[in-house]
């Protein structure tokens, strides 16, 4: 079975700094998909940044990119120039290929991320 | 903003009220999702389906049903509500491939629970 470990509970990062979150995950599967998802407090779940297994190219949005080592089965989230609006609950998760006829998502178990000012 | 609705946000209820928790969805996305989380833990998934009327538990065992009879709505129900049901509960859609959305799990505001 699939799992997710995000082995952070908790981090910090000062304003304009740069965090790295954690992520590790063990499939057996070739094709699959990565995400990150970021939960303000009291607010919506949103999708940050999301890789596809196959893809060897790590996927960037803006400030937020991924480093994506499939041999180590490892997904980390770089947030560069910290904002305070960043501070939130991150999750990442993984996702089996459509054609595995599964589209359960699993979640890993979260890393606060508090931004000082 | 998200086409995926949730209601009500916050219920508070006696112990032994039936409770339905709905959710919408204008995207057509024929998955979607219950999650049940406290606050600031981890999701767990207690619902899914993968189309009209198809569901599945989930991973977490949970005294709540769903139904989907229709594409864009999935309500969950709690037919007698206890003081241990008192949680946020997550709704989510993602669609099939090719779709707008595909393979990106959408999720609702959420509907924060409280029994006493």
């Known amino acids: 079975a699939q799992t997710v470990t995000q082995s952070q509970p908790e981090m910090s990062v000062q304003e304009a700094e740069t965090v790295t979150l954690s992520c590790t995950y063990d499939?057996?599967?070739?094709?699959?998909?990565l995400f990150w998802y970021k939960q303000p407090p009291s607010r919506q779940m949103i999708l940050v940044i999301r890789q596809e297994a196959y893809k060897q190219q790590n996927a960037t949005e803006n400030r937020f990119s991924v480093n994506f080592q499939k041999a180590a089965k490892s997904f980390s989230l770089k947030i560069s120039d910290s904002q305070l609006g960043d501070a939130a609950m991150y999750f990442c998760?993984?996702?089996?290929?459509?054609?595995?006829?599964?589209?359960?998502?699993?979640f890993g178990t979260g890393t606060r991320l508090k931004v000082l000012a | 903003e998200a086409d995926i609705y949730q209601t009500p946000r916050y219920l508070v209820i006696g112990t032994g009220k039936k409770i339905t928790l709905e959710c919408s969805q204008t995207m057509g996305h024929d998955k979607m999702y219950w999650y049940q989380q406290d606050p600031g833990m981890e999701l767990h998934l207690i619902h899914y389906?993968?189309?009209?009327?198809?569901?599945e538990k989930g991973d977490l065992s949970s005294e709540s049903t769903v139904s989907r009879i229709r594409t864009e709505h999935f309500p969950l129900t709690l037919e007698s509500a206890r003081p241990s049901h008192t949680s946020q509960y997550l709704c989510a859609s993602s669609a099939r491939t090719g779709r707008a959305g595909a393979n990106v799990l959408t999720f609702g505001a959420g509907s924060r629970l409280t029994v006493l």
């Open positions: 499939t057996s599967e070739s094709d699959y998909y």
């Open positions: 998760a993984y996702r089996r290929d459509a054609t595995s006829g599964t589209y359960k998502y699993i």
């Open positions: 389906s993968y189309g009209v009327n198809s569901t």
